[in-house]
């Protein structure tokens, strides 16, 4: 029984390539696997295009491959003249004035956040003359060093020390900023409450009354043989 096979107009089917480029279709389909021969897929078949399967035979051949068409002439562009702005429908008074607003926008944004330079406590100097380093004792001649102010004072650290001293200075100031988060959280919430019970309250807050206590009882009034 024939197999029979759907075709398209303007494409052709693997055993059509097969028989124009004179391979085997298995060759045809590792063309296409490839990326050598481009195809449309219609769930297990594939489909040439036809001017596709002409320039590979070509190509095989060694025959020149035919010319494309050239699309649409790409319209020359006009020469600026230097001074004119592009957008000429825009006066140039009104984007001077938009440009203002803009730069305003963006200074009171700067000065509501606060973005200014943060401070920290080294400075990076380049190495003039041999400087000893106060952690590892080490002689830096050339370079840089890390100039390092401390609550003891001021130290001139190598730069594999003054490293480790900046990590372990922002390591503390994460934790304080973490604390400080965490209070300013706190103060915007409500306030806290004693989770101990209304009768230990009750025993702290009001003033406590004495206990009577009863009077000795005498053993020879309860014995009647006593009497």
């Given at each position: 029984m024939?197999?029979?096979?759907?075709?398209?107009?303007?494409?052709?089917?693997?055993?059509?390539?097969?028989?124009?480029?004179?391979?085997?279709?298995?060759?045809?389909?590792?063309?296409?696997?490839?990326?050598?021969?481009?195809?449309?897929?219609?769930?297990?078949?594939?489909?040439?295009?036809?001017?596709?399967?002409?320039?590979?035979?070509?190509?095989?051949?060694?025959l020149p491959l035919p010319r494309r068409r050239r699309g649409r002439p790409e319209q020359p562009r006009k020469r600026e003249i230097p001074g004119v702005p592009r957008n000429h429908s825009l006066d140039a008074a009104l984007r001077r004035q938009r440009a203002a607003?803009?730069?305003?926008?963006?200074?009171?944004?700067?000065?509501?956040?606060?973005?200014?330079?943060?401070?920290?406590?080294?400075?990076?100097?380049a190495v003039t003359e041999p400087v000893t380093c106060e952690a590892c004792a080490r002689v830096v001649h050339v370079g840089r060093y890390v100039e390092f102010a401390s609550e003891s004072g001021r130290s001139q650290?190598?730069?594999?020390?003054?490293?480790?001293?900046?990590?372990?200075?922002?390591?503390?100031?994460?934790?304080?900023?973490?604390?400080?988060?965490?209070?300013?959280?706190?103060?915007?919430?409500?306030?806290?409450?004693?989770?101990?019970p209304t009768e230990v309250l009750q025993q702290v807050l009001l003033p406590q009354t004495p206990v009577e206590e009863d009077p000795p009882v005498d053993p020879a009034d309860n014995n009647p043989r006593a009497a």
């Open positions: 024939a197999r029979l096979a759907a075709t398209l107009p303007g494409y052709a089917s693997v055993a059509r390539a097969s028989e124009v480029l004179h391979l085997a279709p298995r060759s045809v389909r590792d063309l296409i696997y490839a990326g050598r021969i481009p195809s449309l897929r219609i769930g297990r078949m594939h489909y040439i295009r036809a001017a596709d399967l002409e320039v590979e035979r070509r190509r095989r051949l060694g607003e803009r730069t305003e926008l963006v200074s009171r944004w700067a000065q509501r956040h606060g973005l200014v330079a943060p401070e920290l406590p080294a400075h990076v100097l650290l190598c730069v594999t020390c003054a490293r480790r001293a900046l990590l372990q200075w922002a390591d503390r100031r994460r934790q304080e900023a973490a604390a400080a988060r965490e209070m300013a959280h706190s103060l915007g919430g409500p306030e806290p409450v004693d989770g101990r």
